[in-house]
């Protein structure tokens, strides 16, 4: 147990709906990160937040969004779901602002199937 | 753009044998920091080791150990004593020592799915 958290654990929904993924990063960890696994892009990168504020971004879509409140834990807001959105969705925290020698550990995923 | 290869979909071990799982990767930076993360069945990503790139000395955990060749942009990771639980998917990553829009994030290959037989 990496003592990051994610919910729910899965999620089924339509085409053109909104749903939020919930992480809650290890104690005393100030940044979070979101990724998204799929068959056919892997593992990459979506948004990384530190302390409240957005720190770093990939290949994340307009239709997403996300934020880090005051209590450190996150969101990820996917809305206008398509059919291509269903994977799985990790988020990662790590000590401090992200420099590259910091582990990041990571949650269980949250797994979306858009119908 | 850093990039991350695995060229071995799948593998497979005798219990208690030695595999080498391989991972090479295109950047143009001197300092970079390099992983293995583990994927058994449930999904969760766990971190095997890692390795920075200005360190000479291979990193060793236990029974895993990699050998990283920098001038070639190596990063393969060699598990000893091979053990039922050490099946699942294992992904190699890149981190930019530069952190910072995209670059300063886990990059990873697409993986390789490892088998143990007993």
């Known amino acids: 147990d990496s003592g990051v958290t994610q919910t729910p654990k899965h999620l089924i929904t339509a085409t053109g709906q909104r749903v939020t993924l919930r992480c809650s990063p290890r104690s005393g960890d100030l940044s979070v990160y979101w990724y998204q696994q799929s068959l056919d892009q892997g593992l990459q990168f979506l948004i990384q937040?530190?302390?409240?504020?957005?720190?770093a971004k990939g290949n994340i879509l307009e239709r997403f969004s996300a934020q880090q409140f005051p209590d450190l834990h996150s969101e990820l807001n996917l809305s206008s779901l398509e059919l291509g959105d269903s994977a799985l969705y990790f988020c990662?925290?790590?000590?401090?602002?992200?420099?590259?020698?910091?582990?990041?550990?990571f949650g269980p995923g949250t797994r979306l199937l858009v119908l | 753009a850093q990039t991350v290869t695995q060229s071995q979909p799948e593998m497979s071990v005798q219990e208690a044998e030695t595999v080498t799982l391989s991972c090479t990767y295109d950047?143009?930076?001197?300092?970079?920091?390099l992983f293995w993360y583990k994927q058994p069945p449930s999904r969760q990503m766990i971190l095997v080791i890692r390795?920075?790139?200005?360190?000479?000395q291979n990193a060793t955990e236990n029974r895993f150990s990699v050998n990283f060749q920098k001038a070639a942009k190596s990063f393969s990771l060699k598990i000893s004593d091979s053990q039922l639980g050490d099946a699942a998917m294992y992904f190699c990553?890149?981190?930019?020592?530069?952190?910072?829009?995209?670059?300063?994030?886990?990059?990873f290959g697409k993986g390789t799915k490892l088998s143990v037989k007993p």
């Open positions: 937040y530190y302390n409240g504020e957005e720190r």
């Open positions: 390795q920075e790139a200005y360190k000479q």
């Open positions: 990553a890149y981190r930019s020592f530069n952190y910072g829009g995209s670059q300063g994030n886990l990059i």
């Open positions: 990662a925290s790590s000590p401090g602002g992200g420099g590259a020698m910091e582990t990041q550990y």
């Open positions: 950047t143009s930076e001197s300092d970079y920091y």
